[in-house]
């Protein structure tokens, strides 16, 4: 990887050096999430007018229920050693590729022989059995790009790990809507996630060869004794973003699953405004863990390049949809939580990048634990809640699996290390805000809803156009 990347990987290097390749892989990361994005939202907006919500809740519960089935094959070992401050060793990281292909053996044995694994734990029907077993088959390309993808997010090599992202989320939308416009979705959906899985991780393995795997897995048992609190973490993590689709299939049935799964691919495209800042931070902030100063400027710049940003753009994307809805019968039903996903998302989830990275660099693996276990409790437990109740309010378990683990991270963020807003992000907030206002005033004044949008997205489109102003001066 060269020999710059390796010293970055060692930790040998000053903290000013390390937020000068955290500010510049901030710019690389933002521009990654913005292509992934674009890529998303185009085949998104083609995908529901070609497939319908049952179909759409079958693709989230069947990539929800891989992206667990992956995930179990190594338990969070990749993660605790990206963000442990000593070097992986190759014995470490050997033993982490023999564990992935041995427990991933065993994950399809068990498929084959207990279908409901493989199946949503249920909420797939069984004729799907067999292609969702052969989808499960390709995890076990992850022995070889699990640690490369480790090896160069210690080393910083930010391009790289975009273009694999990019890459990746190409295949994957193009494929989707490909076997969409030709009548095979369904089919074609199980092919499309395990190709793009396995090219994603032979292009990680090209650009960041490793060990060969071993089934020596005694060099891990320190890391597992040792981040055991980030394996429980980045466990709960998983099981939220990926494992919530298939609570909501189980508990509603797959067409609120696809109700859902819009809302949810609508909000994210809010990832534009600071998944980069996020994904530069944190291997930064790892570094920066004893200085109290510089973990302070890094949140204060990725809180406030943020905030800039996901403010009006989350306005905006409330304000506009409603106008949207005639032109999407299907997905009627969908556009409120739509709107109170992108609330919850956008704003509170600006909270969780920015606080997330500087306080378990501070405070340590008990913080991302309460930051994923409130917010898997707190979401799931509601979503069950509202199953009993018999209501389809989602928007209150979306809400709920947000705001409440953003205000415990707060209060578990020592007050030294908590970021302060710029002044230009405190105007684009403010901007946004009034616009917010706005529509809900003209809303229950009952004005028409193209007024609404018309006015009331003045006040965002002007904070918007400000900061995307000030961020072009900025790089003359």
Same mark, same amino acid.
């Given at each position: 990887m060269g020999g710059r990347s390796e010293a970055l990987e060692s930790g040998g290097v000053a903290a000013h050096e390390v937020l000068a390749r955290a500010h510049r892989g901030t710019r690389v990361m933002t521009a990654r999430v913005a292509a992934m994005r674009v890529i998303s939202v185009s085949a998104n907006l083609l995908l529901v007018l070609l497939v319908t919500p049952r179909e759409l809740g079958l693709l989230a519960v069947a990539r929800g229920t891989f992206t667990l089935l992956q995930y179990a094959a190594e338990l969070g070992v990749g993660k605790?050693?990206?963000?442990?401050?000593?070097?992986?060793?190759?014995?470490?990281?050997?033993?982490? @590729? #023999?564990?992935? &292909?041995?427990?991933?053996?065993?994950? $399809?044995?068990?498929?084959? *022989?207990?279908?409901?694994? %493989?199946?949503?734990?249920?909420?797939?029907?069984?004729?799907?059995?067999?292609?969702?077993?052969?989808?499960?088959?390709?995890?076990?390309?992850?022995?070889?790009?699990?640690?490369?993808?480790v090896r160069l997010e210690r080393a910083l090599a930010y391009e790289r790990l975009a273009a694999v992202d990019v890459a990746?989320?190409?295949?994957?939308?193009?494929?989707?809507?490909?076997?969409?416009a030709f009548g095979v979705f369904v089919p074609g959906a199980f092919v499309v996630l395990g190709v793009s899985t396995v090219v994603s991780n032979l292009m990680l393995h090209h650009w960041a060869p490793g060990p060969?795997?071993?089934?020596?897995?005694?060099?891990?048992?320190?890391?597992?004794?040792? @981040? #055991?609190?980030? &394996?429980?973490?980045?466990?709960?993590? $998983?099981?939220?973003?990926? *494992?919530?689709?298939?609570? %909501?299939?189980?508990?509603?049935?797959?067409?609120?699953?696809?109700?859902?799964?819009?809302?949810?691919?609508?909000a994210q495209v809010l990832n534009i405004c600071f998944d980069g800042y996020k994904n530069a931070a944190i291997p930064a902030a790892s570094r920066l863990a004893g200085e109290a100063a510089a973990l302070r400027s890094l949140a204060t710049r990725v809180l406030s390049g943020s905030i800039a940003l996901v403010a009006p753009c989350t306005v905006l994307g409330v304000i506009l949809l409603p106008a949207a809805a005639p032109w999407l019968p299907r997905w009627?039903?969908?556009?409120?939580?739509?709107?109170?996903?992108?609330?919850?998302?956008?704003?509170?989830?600006?909270?969780?990048?920015?606080?997330?990275?500087?306080?378990v660099a501070r405070r340590g693996a008990v913080v991302a634990m309460w930051e994923n276990g409130l917010a898997l409790l707190a979401g799931w437990g509601a979503f069950a809640l509202l199953a009993w109740l018999h209501s389809s309010r989602l928007e209150m378990a979306v809400v709920a699996m947000y705001v409440i683990p953003s205000l415990a991270l707060v209060a578990l963020t020592p007050a030294a290390i908590r970021p302060a807003l710029e002044p230009g992000a405190r105007r684009s907030l403010a901007l946004s805000a009034g616009g917010l206002l706005i529509f809900l005033a003209l809303r229950v004044a009952g004005a028409p809803v193209w007024s609404r949008v018309a006015t009331a997205a003045l006040l965002p489109a002007l904070a918007l156009g400000r900061t995307a102003w000030q961020v072009l001066q900025a790089r003359r």
């Open positions: 605790a050693l990206l963000r442990r401050a000593a070097v992986p060793t190759r014995e470490e990281y050997a033993a982490l @590729s #023999g564990l992935q &292909l041995a427990v991933g053996v065993v994950i $399809v044995m068990a498929g084959l *022989g207990w279908p409901p694994l %493989v199946l949503g734990f249920g909420a797939i029907d069984r004729s799907f059995h067999l292609p969702m077993l052969g989808t499960v088959v390709t995890m076990l390309s992850l022995a070889w790009g699990t640690g490369a993808r990746n989320v190409l295949m994957l939308n193009v494929g989707l809507v490909a076997c969409a060969a795997p071993t089934l020596a897995i005694a060099p891990l048992r320190g890391v597992m004794r040792d @981040s #055991g609190g980030f &394996l429980v973490a980045s466990s709960l993590m $998983v099981a939220r973003e990926q *494992g919530t689709a298939v609570v %909501v299939g189980l508990l509603f049935g797959l067409p609120t699953a696809g109700v859902y799964s819009f809302a949810e691919r609508v009627a039903p969908a556009i409120v939580l739509t709107q109170w996903y992108m609330l919850a998302f956008g704003l509170f989830g600006v909270m969780l990048a920015t606080l997330d990275p500087i306080s």
